[in-house]
């Protein structure tokens, strides 16, 4: 299985996931011209995507699906609240529910509910051949289940958005920085080392901080803040931050070693 972002943060956010034949968009929220790009280098192009799944309806997710229909006329995947809250979209939609798994093409999905300020938000679980990769990109707080979907996870995809010093001291207004922090905002980068440490496995090769502001973090301070408290894990895996916009960054399970896991259930 191979992970490709095209960028994470308010300015948009897209990941693909490629496994045999199959090749599943999560989230459309760059500009419709870098994610044609994007998706054209990873050797995907016009029709060639088996669907595309929305985590949630704000425009840092959504910004090219619209247009995207046009190239990749497929099934575009979400909740009953996130399609009814992007009804203009002109896109075949398909309900997927929380916690309920499904396969598309060769690979299985399972999408967890997640606390945001979004109709019906989830992330996204994606598992081919006895490997696992979370995404979670927006949760103000986590959850049993995302805790549980953490777990054995080959590649964590998870969101480090801010920093409390920056938070604290930025330009932000009171109102924002308290939903920002909030049980439907965002995951800071102190909450997000914490929860890897709790969660992570010995499977876990390799972790990504994701939707990292632009104005309350930096890729070094979210980078130390996780590498700081999992230290003293017994195999640390490698951190990387994802670049918010215009550059991508891949992962291939054919690179890391496999190791005998039991299955989870959802």
């Not at 999560?26 to 929305?54: K, N, S, Y």
């Not at 075949?92 to 916690?99: C, G, K, M």
Request: with cysteine.
């Amino acid at each position: 299985m191979r992970v490709t972002s095209f960028g994470s943060g308010s300015n948009g956010n897209a990941f693909l996931v490629q496994a045999g034949s199959t090749a599943l968009l999560i989230d459309a929220g760059v500009p419709i011209r870098l994610l044609c790009t994007g998706l054209r280098l990873a050797g995907v192009g016009d029709g060639q995507l088996t669907a595309a799944l929305i985590t949630h309806e704000h425009i840092d997710h959504v910004r090219a699906a619209a247009q995207l229909c046009r190239y990749q006329p497929v099934p575009y995947l979400a909740t009953e609240g996130t399609i009814g809250a992007l009804r203009h979209c002109p896109a075949d939609w398909t309900r997927v529910s929380a916690s309920a798994s499904l396969r598309v093409g060769e690979i299985d999905v399972t999408p967890i509910a997640v606390s945001h300020d979004a109709a019906e938000p989830v992330g996204f679980v994606v598992e081919h051949d006895g490997v696992r990769v979370s995404l979670f990109t927006d949760l103000g707080e986590t959850t049993e289940d995302v805790c549980s979907a953490l777990s054995d996870s080959s590649l964590i995809v998870l969101e480090s958005n801010y920093d409390e010093q920056m938070l604290r001291s930025g330009p932000y207004p009171a109102h924002l920085k308290r939903r920002i922090r909030g049980p439907r905002g965002h995951l800071g980068n102190a909450d997000c080392a914490d929860l890897l440490a709790a969660h992570m496995s010995d499977r876990t090769s390799d972790v990504w901080l994701a939707h990292l502001s632009v104005k309350n973090n930096r890729p070094d301070i979210a980078r130390a803040s996780a590498e700081m408290r999992l230290g003293g894990a017994a195999a640390c895996p490698t951190i990387s931050t994802v670049p918010r916009f215009g550059a991508s960054i891949s992962w291939d399970s054919a690179h890391v070693v496999a190791t005998p896991r039991q299955a989870s259930l959802f």
